[in-house]
T-cell receptor
Framework: DAGVTQSPTHLIKTRGQQVTLRCSPI?????VSWYQQVLGQGPQFIFQ???????GRGNFPDRFSARQFPNYSSELNVNALLLGDSALYLC????????????FGSGTQLSVL | GESVGLHLPTLSVQEGDNSIINCAYS??????FIWYKQESGKGPQFIID?????DKRQGQRVTVLLNKTVKHLSLQIAATQPGDSAVYFC????????FGQGTELSVKP
């Protein structure tokens, strides 16, 4: 079975632009979470979605938004990009909302110039 | 606020030796803890977890110890191998999953 897949793997944007990152969870997993990982730090929680509804949100500005589709895939959108948004964006899936064990994808490396 | 911290940012061990990676957490309400391994260019990979009603759990070559009194957990890797070289994160879950900053483990041949 395929693991969590994310696209694209790398992305370069300029300040003020908008970006959409995509994630496909492991087959059978209904919950998707998004994390931001700045170089040298641990992942920081952004969102969790379960059954297409937002079930948790981290301390990120409203420029960050996400959604989950009926097939449980998910998109993360970031508007008005800032230099500080440069990071590795990780998607993780789990069987359900109460299932703590997260399985991570390899991430999308976003560089904002 | 909530925080999860690592005692050392880097750890260098000889191949075959045992490794111990430590982590302190601050949220007394956290009831679930996980260790992840992250290799360069990859996402975090689950290693082992432990619930707050336990103080020790063993896996294959790995052991996690939890001391709730001092809010400390550790990851022990037996017979460390070059393939164990990576950054190791502890994470706690009292609501959302909170990661520490990570310890980089280097294994010398």
């Amino acid at each position: 079975d395929a693991g969590v897949t994310q696209s694209p793997t790398h992305l370069i944007k300029t300040r003020g632009q908008q970006v959409t990152l995509r994630c496909s969870p492991i087959s059978g997993h209904k919950s998707v979470s998004w994390y931001q990982q700045v170089l040298g730090q641990g992942p920081q929680f952004i969102f969790q979605y379960y059954e297409k509804e937002e079930r948790g949100r981290g301390n990120f500005p409203d420029r960050f938004s996400a959604r989950q589709f009926p097939n449980y895939s998910s998109e993360l959108n970031v508007n008005a990009l800032l230099l500080g948004d440069s990071a590795l964006y990780l998607c993780a899936s789990s069987l359900g909302l109460a299932r703590e064990k997260l399985f991570f994808g390899s991430g999308t490396q976003l560089s904002v110039l | 606020g909530e925080s999860v911290g690592l005692h050392l940012p880097t750890l260098s061990v000889q191949e075959g030796d045992n490794s111990i990676i430590n982590c302190a957490y601050s949220n007394s309400a956290s009831d679930y803890f996980i260790w992840y391994k992250q290799e360069s260019g990859k996402g975090p990979q689950f290693i082992i977890d432990i619930r707050s009603n336990m103080d020790k759990r063993q896996g294959q070559r790995v052991t996690v110890l939890l001391n709730k009194t001092v809010k400390h957990l550790s990851l022990q890797i037996a017979a460390t191998q070059p393939g164990d070289s990576a950054v190791y994160f502890c994470a706690e879950k009292g609501g959302k999953l909170i990661f520490g900053q990570g310890t980089e483990l280097s294994v010398k041949p």
